[in-house]
Structure formats: C-alpha cells, structure tokens
C-alpha cells in the first residue's frame, strides 16, 4: 500500500528563497509565501523557450499559482531556490514547466530588477533556449499551452492578459533583440 504523504505535493510557499538588497546581494532567506506576502526581494529567471520551427512557447498560469494565476505568459521560469545561481535555475524551470529532460543549457542575455511599484519586486535574469523534445507541461503550472511565431504572439499581446513581470521582461528583450540589429546603436542606447 502506497503512504498517501508519498503522493503529497510540495507547498511552493514553503520554498525558501534568497532574499536579497537593490544590488541583489543575499542579506537573508525566507519561505516563497513569507517573501511574496512581505514584498521581500528574491530572484528569478525568465526562458523564452522556442521550437525547432522557432516559434514561442506560451502558456496560461494555472488557478492555484501563488502570484499571476490564470494569466498567460511567453516565458517559462520561476523562482530562484536559496543558494542557487540563476543558471541552475533557469536549466531547473525550463524542464520542469515544459515537462522535459536533456535540454541545453538555457543561454542568459541580461539581467533587470523588476518592480511594479507596488511592493512586489525582484531581481530577474533572462535566457533564451531551443526546445526540440516534445513538450509535456506541468499540470500544477501550465493550464493551456501553445507554440506561436512571433507574429501570432504580437497579435495576442492587446488580447489576453499578460503576467505583468513577463510582459515587462518582453518588452525588455525586444528593446534588446532590437539593439543587437541596430549597429549604429550603442549598448544600452534607448531607440
């Protein structure tokens, strides 16, 4: 007979985090729940993830998700664990949300600090990775799931709500994506 508390989830909210200052240096840890409710600042990682044909994954939060749930999103990511690098994370989040093993390592492009200017606010890093293994999501995580071409997700974007912190980390990787092909341009330069 299988025990019942074999079969049990972890709670997310009792992950510990690494809490960190404006210049994401560890000063503390806390649980995932205590950190989200204080508006304490931890670190996460953002992976655009694309197919063979290059199209985007997207996908809509499921309705038990600690922050944004229900929303759609064109990253996969998470939560950094404590004692984490942001690498491990990211590699971590990407196979766990697409239901994957034997990625590549995903690539990271820049990191942000994002902040909604209304306590919630955490230290993000970026990456982009090619998923060639058929996908199979996280139930716990993914409610819907799709890959788009980029044109398919510029038209969806006015039409369905967006978590806030993926749509910024878009909008910050197109202003990248953008830079890197304008060779007048310098790093960091606003268009």
């Known amino acids: 007979m299988t025990d019942p508390m074999d ?3 972890p709670d997310p909210a009792a992950e510990i985090l690494d809490i960190v200052d404006e210049h994401d240096r560890v000063v503390g840890q806390a649980p995932r729940g205590e950190a ?3 508006g304490l600042r931890h670190r996460c990682v953002f992976i ?4 063979a044909e290059d199209r985007v994954f997207v996908h809509r939060r499921t309705p038990q998700k600690l922050v944004f ?3 759609y999103d064109m990253f996969v990511g998470g939560v950094v664990g404590a004692g984490e690098s942001y690498d491990d994370a990211a590699l971590r989040e990407a196979e766990e949300e697409l239901g994957v093993s034997g990625l590549p390592r995903p690539t990271p492009l820049f990191k942000f600090l994002y902040d909604d200017g209304a306590g919630r606010t955490w230290w993000s890093s970026l990456y982009e990775v090619r998923c060639e293994l058929p996908v199979d999501p996280q139930a716990e995580e993914v409610a819907w799931h799709a890959f788009l071409t980029d044109e ?3 038209r969806r974007l006015p039409e369905w709500p967006w978590v806030p912190d993926g749509f910024d980390a878009y909008e910050r990787l197109r202003a990248f994506r953008a830079q890197d092909t304008d060779p007048g341009r310098a790093p960091g330069q606003a268009g």
Do not use: G, H, V
Not at 48 to 51: F, G, L, V, Y
């Open 7 to 9: 079969a049990a989830a």
């Open 36 to 38: 989200y409710a204080r």
């Open 48 to 51: 655009q993830a694309r197919d």
């Open 69 to 71: 749930p229900s929303l």
């Open 152 to 154: 398919e997700l510029e």
